[in-house]
């Protein structure tokens, strides 16, 4: 039984539902000890080993063995590894290649363009994602720094095929550096790291890791690290800077007591139960387990004679699915009755359609943990919402 006290269950594409041992871990909680929360040192010694831990761990969950790699884990959420990797690994005037399907593709633009990039972004018609054929066509005209892909747009619910990406990029562009943007994607969808020759992957702490939201997390490959320390010019940055952070993960991942600026020993506790957890099993049983979920959250909404804003199978993400709405109902006519039956699901995020639309998170315990009944009473939820707005499959 949940220790958590009774709300409607969280299904937007993160934050998402956390499991009772995360939240525990962020105040010391012992089972059988009515003693709840302490504060602690950031460099004390038992946080400093739990910190280590964590970065340790991460490389199995990012799939690198390469010594060279580098997790990070700083205070912030998703948006910080925009600014760290636009910020670090191009100087101004650089020329820099933007995939998008959706809202947050065109956002990381924004931030290359922030830091001086020249920017050029080819964009998938809505509901889909760049083709091959263009991508490989603007990496033979142009020689680019660094190319990035959204791996799972969270406006879209569009899933980019990274390791075809990655095949592409090397036999066309070796020296690119290759950038996923993992932030609704790692825990979730399958990223191999070291076999897929990927550069960078950021994520953050909410989504489908399920830690409560406030750290960056990423993964730099050694090649991306050397780039940082060879670059021309300092880049426009203080808190953002890989150069400063890197000796601080690498003393701490030694289990060595470092500083530069105050990580939060709680919520890297609640990062270090978070990823043990996923790593219990294998991963390829978790990725499983969320293409499991999806599928039947697409059949249902195929079944009430909905689409999904992905159009193609192939390009449908496994952790969350965004559904258009019959013409007759709009979110704010449906997410009220949602919430009425217990469940939270987000409105539409992308420009051109984000009225039609509404997101459902199908994402780490309330997919893993078999005591929860999440993605059920979800689909029971949404069937008796659309029929209270009127709607008849
Ligand atoms: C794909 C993607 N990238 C980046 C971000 C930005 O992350 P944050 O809101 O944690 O700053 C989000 C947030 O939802 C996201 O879904």
């Not at 760049?130 to 990496?139: G, M, S, T």
């Not at 195929?302 to 449908?316: M, Y």
Request: hydrophobic letters at 40%.
């Amino acid at each position: 039984m949940s220790s958590q006290a009774a709300h409607p269950t969280l299904l937007i594409p993160g934050p998402i539902e956390f499991d009772d041992a995360v939240l525990q871990s962020m105040g010391h909680y012992r089972q059988l000890l009515p003693v709840l929360v302490y504060s602690e040192s950031h460099v004390g010694p038992g946080f400093v080993a739990t910190f280590g831990d964590t970065l340790s761990k991460l490389r199995k969950l990012f799939q690198t063995t390469d010594p060279a790699s580098q997790p990070f884990v700083i205070n912030g959420s998703g948006t910080l590894g925009w600014d760290l990797v636009a910020a670090n690994l191009v100087e101004p005037g650089e020329n820099v290649l933007v995939l998008s399907s959706g809202y947050f593709g065109d956002a990381f633009a924004d931030c290359f363009s922030a830091y001086g990039a020249k920017v050029t972004k080819i964009t998938g018609a809505v509901g889909s994602r760049p083709q091959p054929d263009e991508i490989e066509k603007a990496l033979k005209e142009k020689k680019y720094k660094v190319i990035s892909a959204t791996h799972v747009d969270t406006s879209t619910g569009v899933l980019f095929d990274l390791k075809s990406l990655t095949a592409i990029v090397k036999r066309v562009s070796p020296e690119t550096l290759i950038i996923a943007d993992g932030v609704c994607s790692v825990a979730c969808e399958e990223i191999d790291f070291d076999a897929w020759g990927l550069d960078v992957v950021i994520t953050a702490s909410q989504k489908a890791i399920g830690c409560p939201t406030g750290l960056h997390i990423s993964m730099f490959s050694g090649r991306a690290i050397e780039v940082v320390k060879t670059r021309k010019t300092e880049p426009a940055v203080y808190f953002a800077s890989i150069k400063r952070w890197l000796p601080i993960m690498q003393n701490y991942e030694a289990k060595k007591p470092s500083y530069f600026s105050t990580p939060s020993p709680q919520l890297i506790r609640a990062l270090n139960t978070a990823v043990s957890q996923v790593l219990d099993r294998p991963l390829s049983e978790r990725f499983q387990r969320h293409i499991e979920a999806s599928d039947k959250v697409k059949k249902t909404v195929a079944d009430l004679g909905l689409k999904v804003v992905a159009s193609k199978p192939e390009d449908q993400a496994h952790a969350m699915t965004a559904i258009y709405l019959p013409d007759s109902v709009s979110p704010p006519d449906i997410l009220p009755k949602l919430l009425n039956k217990g469940i939270i699901f987000a409105g539409g995020l992308h420009k051109d359609i984000g009225s039609k639309y509404i997101r459902f998170g199908h994402m780490g315990p309330s997919v893993m943990d078999p005591k929860r009944r999440d993605v059920d009473n979800a689909l029971d939820a949404l069937k008796g919402a659309l029929a209270e707005c009127g709607y008849k499959a």
